[in-house]
């Protein structure tokens, strides 16, 4: 259910609030997502990174909406593209949208009610609803029935974010230093939300937060699992314990032999491994406790068959 008040005449946070937009080669998309955006009645201020695109995208931005900061990337970075973004930011709080998502009005002003009354909290995650159906993305399933204590937050707590559909406070990016180049994507929010963990930061679901999401057809499935798999293993290498580490990266090398990708992949993974030990600071008891409450939640309801866990959604499925 909608909770957001919209009796009363919204005030324009363009002084509070901006919104970076990471875009590559989707002009039609990031013209849809800038025209949302522009039309929110909390008029956001609105900065689109350009990824490297060789489509004109960077150029036909600010023809057409000559009121939005482009900033125009000389080669595709990947999610460290959205440091581009914040780096430019003078807004305390700052929403991360992809080329293919659509935040929901008042959803804006909500995050900055939220985040002026709670200072411990460094990003909200918001519900994410998936194609014209609108279907409640499975990851904020898991979200809302977070085992985590609340601390008298105002929303589940959480060991991790969905990058596209969040909003973060800027200063607090700024102090974990983003997102790392080397994942480029693929679970590259893993890294920032264990930083924020460690130094004592909160995580947190929002429901009142809607963000709209029409995936694009323009997506490499294969490269993309194997991004994410390479990337579980190289955080885990650089922040959690040995035994985590080993066996993400058992879990990427099986990943790569299915996909038959073994010899392409294993010296990335390798040089990655390398890379990750000399940079290696695993976090403190108290988020490995967190992480491993999630866990143990997460198996109780992949063991309970005759629970759903959304419409046409297996909670194996809703767990990936």
Same mark, same amino acid.
């Given at each position: 259910? /909608?909770?957001?008040?919209?009796?009363?005449?919204?005030?324009?946070?363009?002084?509070?609030?901006?919104?970076?937009?990471?875009?590559?080669?989707?002009?039609?998309?990031?013209?849809?997502?800038?025209?949302?955006?522009?039309?929110?009645?909390?008029?956001?201020?609105?900065?689109?990174?350009?990824?490297?695109?060789?489509?004109?995208?960077?150029?036909?931005?600010?023809?057409? +909406? &000559?009121?939005?900061?482009?900033?125009?990337?000389?080669?595709?970075?990947?999610?460290?593209?959205?440091?581009?973004?914040?780096?430019?930011?003078?807004? /305390?709080?700052?929403? +991360?949208?992809?080329?293919?998502?659509?935040?929901? &009005?008042?959803?804006?002003?909500?995050?900055?009610?939220?985040?002026?009354?709670? &200072?411990?909290?460094?990003?909200?995650?918001?519900?994410?609803?998936?194609?014209?159906?609108?279907?409640? /993305?499975?990851?904020?399933?898991?979200?809302?029935?977070?085992?985590?204590? $609340?601390?008298?937050?105002?929303? &589940?707590?959480?060991?991790?974010?969905?990058?596209?559909?969040? =909003? +973060?406070? =800027?200063?607090?990016? $700024?102090?974990?230093?983003?997102?790392?180049?080397?994942?480029?994507?693929?679970?590259?929010?893993?890294?920032?939300?264990?930083?924020?963990? /460690?130094?004592?930061?909160?995580?947190?679901?929002?429901?009142?937060?809607?963000?709209?999401?029409?995936?694009?057809?323009?997506?490499?499935?294969?490269? $993309?699992?194997?991004?994410?798999?390479?990337? #579980?293993?190289?955080v885990a290498w650089l922040r959690l314990?040995?035994?985590?580490?080993?066996?993400?990266?058992?879990?990427?090398?099986?990943?790569?032999?299915?996909?038959?990708? +073994?010899?392409?992949?294993?010296?990335a993974l390798a040089g990655g491994i390398?890379?990750?030990?000399?940079?290696?600071?695993? =976090?403190?008891?108290? =988020?490995? #406790?967190?992480?491993?409450?999630?866990?143990?939640?997460?198996?109780?309801?992949?063991?309970?068959?005759?629970?759903?866990?959304?419409?046409?959604?297996?909670?194996?499925?809703?767990?990936?």
């Amino acid at each position: 259910m /909608d909770t957001l008040d919209r009796s009363s005449t919204p005030t324009p946070l363009t002084a509070r609030m901006s919104v970076v937009v990471l875009t590559h080669n989707r002009a039609k998309e990031v013209f849809k997502t800038v025209e949302g955006l522009l039309a929110l009645p909390e008029r956001p201020a609105v900065i689109v990174v350009d990824n490297g695109s060789t489509d004109g995208t960077a150029q036909m931005l600010p023809l057409r +909406f &000559p009121q939005v900061r482009v900033i125009a990337s000389d080669r595709n970075l990947g999610a460290a593209g959205r440091n581009l973004g914040v780096a430019a930011a003078t807004t /305390d709080y700052v929403a +991360f949208s992809d080329d293919d998502t659509h935040w929901s &009005p008042g959803s804006l002003a909500h995050a900055v009610r939220v985040l002026d009354g709670a &200072p411990r909290i460094a990003v909200l995650s918001a519900r994410v609803l998936v194609g014209e159906a609108g279907e409640l /993305d499975p990851t904020c399933i898991d979200m809302q029935t977070s085992p985590l204590e $609340r601390d008298l937050l105002p929303g &589940p707590a959480l060991v991790g974010y969905m990058a596209g559909a969040c =909003v +973060f406070r =800027v200063s607090t990016f $700024r102090h974990v230093g983003g997102y790392e180049p080397r994942l480029f994507i693929g679970g590259e929010e893993s890294l920032v939300a264990l930083d924020l963990l /460690d130094r004592g930061y909160a995580i947190v679901y929002c429901d009142a937060m809607t963000v709209t999401h029409h995936p694009s057809p323009a997506r490499d499935a294969r490269l $993309r699992r194997r991004m994410l798999a390479r990337n #579980a293993a190289l955080v885990a290498w650089l922040r959690l314990p040995l035994r985590e580490a080993l066996a993400a990266t058992a879990r990427a090398l099986a990943l790569c032999a299915r996909e038959r990708s +073994f010899v392409r992949d294993l010296g990335a993974l390798a040089g990655g491994i390398v890379w990750a030990l000399r940079r290696r600071r695993v =976090v403190g008891d108290a =988020v490995l #406790a967190m992480r491993a409450r999630v866990r143990e939640a997460q198996r109780g309801r992949i063991n309970a068959p005759s629970i759903r866990t959304g419409p046409g959604m297996s909670p194996a499925e809703a767990d990936r």
